[in-house]
């Protein structure tokens, strides 16, 4: 079955600096992929969406980019600040499946 | 933000009660869809509904139903509610079908408590 792994364990960060967030995914070779952030008490937010063959996609200071090959998205948050504290899951929608998410904590 | 409500936003229930979340959407989205998320599993795929009265099971279906009378409203009921089945509930809408990549919106939840 499909499945996507994502770190589990927190990502602690000084403001400033550039956390980069990991998405592997198995058995399946999707033409998108997307990424959303979930604060504390809230539902998912919708933040990109990456077509396999774009590898590199941008908007702000997020930067996502997808290889096929090693079946792995990279999420970036440039400049990264407090506000960007949050849980960032990734998700095959055509699939309906998602990840578990990767808690980022971005201390000043 | 995209029109969602889901109600209740918190209960607390006793094992074998029947019990219904409502997501209601002003969006007049056709696609609904009803996660639950548990710590180590992520979002999980309950039902959800490509139209009025049209409805299908996703990866944790068993021990949960579903009805969708209006476009704008999407029920999802516990016939009989277990421990197992306490969790966040989430509803989600998207315009379109998901082969067509477009993002899904969500609302803020449910959290149920079965004791």
């Known amino acids: 079955s499909q499945k996507i792994e994502q770190n589990s364990e927190a990502l602690n960060i000084q403001e400033g600096k550039t956390a980069t967030l990991t998405c592997n995914y198995t058995n399946y070779s999707p033409a998108y992929l997307q990424w959303y952030r979930q604060d504390p008490g809230r539902g998912p937010v919708f933040l990109l969406l990456?077509?396999?063959?774009?590898k590199e996609k941008r908007k702000e200071r997020l930067k996502v980019t997808f290889d096929t090959t090693l079946k792995q998205s990279l999420f970036h948050i440039t400049a990264s600040q407090p506000a960007d504290s949050a849980t960032y899951l990734c998700a095959l929608t055509d699939k309906l499946i998602f990840g578990t998410g990767t808690r980022l904590q971005v201390f000043p | 933000d995209a029109g969602i409500t889901q109600s209740p936003r918190h209960k607390v229930t006793e094992t074998g009660t029947p019990v219904t979340l409502r997501c209601h959407q002003t969006e007049n989205h056709r696609y609904m869809y009803w996660y639950r998320q548990d710590p180590g599993h992520g979002l999980r795929l309950i039902h959800y509904s490509y139209g009025v009265k049209d409805t299908d099971k996703g990866e944790v279906s068993d021990g949960y139903s579903v009805s969708r009378s209006k476009t704008e409203d999407f029920l999802l009921t516990l016939e009989s509610a277990t421990s197992s089945q306490t969790s966040v509930y989430f509803c989600?809408?998207?315009?379109?079908?998901?082969?067509?990549?477009?993002?899904?919106?969500f609302g803020d939840g449910t959290r149920l408590s079965i004791l």
């Open positions: 989600a809408i998207s315009d379109t079908d998901r082969a067509t990549n477009q993002p899904q919106h």
């Open positions: 990456i077509r396999e063959n774009e």
